[in-house]
Nanobody
Framework: QVQLVESGGVLVQSGGSLTPSCAASGFAFSSLGMAWYRQVPGKERDVVAHITADGGHSAYVLSVRGRFNISRDNAKTALYLRMNNLKPEDTAIYYC??????????????????WGQGTQVTVSS
């Protein structure tokens, strides 16, 4: 079955760096675009960054552009998010998942809920 296990979130000071990771299994990881999402209490889960299946292209929301870097290792079926110059507003639970297009266009993902537990990133000011 599909499993997505995020780890690496910790409490870090403003300006610090962190690299959460995601271990994926149970699906064709190397064939799908992937993404990192984040959620704060009371708000919807929003995409932060996404990357193509081969890792050749990535995109970021404006608020993290230039500070975050998404990468993947298809041999290890792992997804990473290098986070630099962290700000208090980056505080959230971070989740890995398929990218938004895959999420809504492929039946398996559109009709299922495979979200993991996420990993908490807290940035102190």
């Amino acid at each position: 079955q599909v499993q997505l296990v995020e780890s690496g979130g910790v409490l870090v000071q403003s300006g610090g760096s962190l690299t959460p990771s995601c271990a994926a299994s149970g699906f064709a990881f190397s064939s799908l675009g992937m993404a990192w999402y984040r959620q704060v209490p009371g708000k919807e889960r929003d995409v932060v960054a996404h990357i193509t299946a081969d890792g050749g292209h990535s995109a970021y929301v404006l608020s993290v552009r230039g500070r975050f870097n998404i990468s993947r290792d298809n041999a290890k079926t792992a997804l990473y998010l290098r986070m630099n110059n962290l700000k208090p507003e980056d505080t959230a639970i971070y989740y890995c998942y398929v990218d938004p297009v895959t999420r809504w266009t492929i039946q398996q993902w559109r009709e299922s809920n495979f979200w993991g537990q996420g990993t908490q990133v807290t940035v102190s000011s």
